[in-house]
């Protein structure tokens, strides 16, 4: 029951949401955590056993101890070679609590607690969830270590219905071993810190007569070797991590501008055929194209101007003369077809220019078709 309530509570905290993307390390790194340590049941033998009166049991009296709730802390150092291996020496503390012994065919009681001590060296792989297309803030990780770690037995106390005691304890030593998969969630606000979660695996052998049992009884005091079978943890973990060298986020890609619409033109030009100031069905079609354009931008007058080639019947003085008249005919022909079209007239403003500021060069008395025009501008 207790295991699995860990790993339900593991299992919450490797779904809790993440807010940056994830990243493997390139260079040195510090790493903290704790969190719950569940040591499984020990078996023990009892073997030799000096008596009270000095002689020397050989056989063998086989107990199991339970661990209950305990608790483990670790620190590491490492560095990252930023293709998702890693490499750390860690420095880790356990600690649980003793509460029952299997009695065999007697009763009573059992208080005690242990406590571990030691380093790793351990090697992970981040595994980068980019390459598989996926677009995770999180890195899961695996890795494996191996070790040394002390085992210090607190005084562990069995107290029988009958009066009898039994107690425990000592200090052992010995390789260790471990296999960890986690994850990690960066922490957007500080690049490089990474709040991690972990399950681990804990072995460890001891050899026999690693720790001492006293025994009290009516006959005297007994002294003997209690002999372990390899111990096993199992550790669920949440830390935080910080790798030095962690470059910022880059900066969010420039906004993309889109570039304004056109804007409808201020200017149109209507031609006239040679002496004629009425308006042909393609003047029509571009003086309605102004009156609708005068609708969509910002307008405050509309002027209509006109022109004439410096062609004449008459030469001279009299035919500039018959000219600006032309030009002002012509305007006032665009400025009706603008009213028909929805303009108000009291916007327009007509100007006659005659033979002035020909679209095209020409020499004297030159009949240009661009030069007889009417301009169309929205002010």
Do not use: C
């Not at 949401?17 to 719950?36: E, N």
């Not at 009296?61 to 020496?89: C, M, P, Q, Y």
Request: a positive charge.
């Amino acid at each position: 029951m207790r295991l699995r309530t860990a790993l339900l509570a593991m299992t919450s905290m490797v779904a809790a949401p993440s807010l940056a993307m994830a990243s493997t390390i390139t260079g040195p790194y510090v790493d903290l955590g704790g969190g719950y340590n569940l040591v499984q049941t020990q078996h023990g033998s009892f073997s030799p056993t000096t008596q009270a009166d000095g002689s020397t049991y050989n056989g063998s009296t086989k107990s199991s101890f339970r661990h209950k709730d305990g608790f483990t802390g670790f620190g590491s150092v490492g560095w990252g070679f930023g293709n998702g291996l890693r490499a750390e020496i860690e420095g880790v503390y356990n600690y649980s609590q003793i509460n029952h012994r299997n009695l065999t065919a007697r009763t009573g009681t059992t208080s005690g607690s242990d406590q571990s001590y030691g380093g790793f060296v351990n090697v992970l792989y981040d595994i980068d969830l980019t390459q598989f297309g996926l677009n995770s803030p999180v890195t899961p990780y695996v890795g494996v270590g191996a070790g040394y770690l002390w085992q210090h037995l607190n005084p562990t106390t069995t107290t029988y219905s009958n009066g009898y005691v039994n107690r425990n304890g000592g200090t052992n030593s010995s390789f260790a071993y471990q296999g960890i998969v986690g994850a990690a969630y960066d922490i957007p606000s500080v690049p490089g810190l990474a709040l991690t979660t972990e399950y681990r695996f804990i072995g460890q052998q001891f050899a026999n007569g690693s720790f001492r049992s006293t025994s009290y009884n009516s006959t005297g005091r007994h002294t003997g070797n209690l002999n372990f079978d390899p111990r096993f943890s199992h550790q669920f973990i949440l830390g935080l991590r910080y790798a030095f060298d962690t470059a910022p986020p880059p900066p969010p890609p420039a906004p993309v501008v889109v570039p304004p619409a056109p804007q409808p033109a201020r200017t149109y030009l209507v031609f006239f055929d040679w002496d004629r100031a009425d308006l042909t069905g393609r003047a029509r079609e571009i003086v309605a194209t102004a009156a609708q354009a005068s609708t969509h931008v910002q307008t405050t007058r509309i002027e209509v101007n006109g022109y004439t080639d410096n062609s004449a019947a008459r030469p001279g003085a009299a035919g500039q003369k018959y000219n600006m008249g032309l030009s002002l005919r012509r305007a006032n022909a665009v400025k009706a077809e603008l009213v028909r079209d929805g303009v108000p007239a009291t916007a327009i403003d007509i100007h006659g220019f005659g033979e002035q500021n020909p679209l095209v060069p020409t020499g004297p008395n030159t009949r240009e078709p661009q030069n007889r025009r009417v301009e169309i501008i929205l002010k």
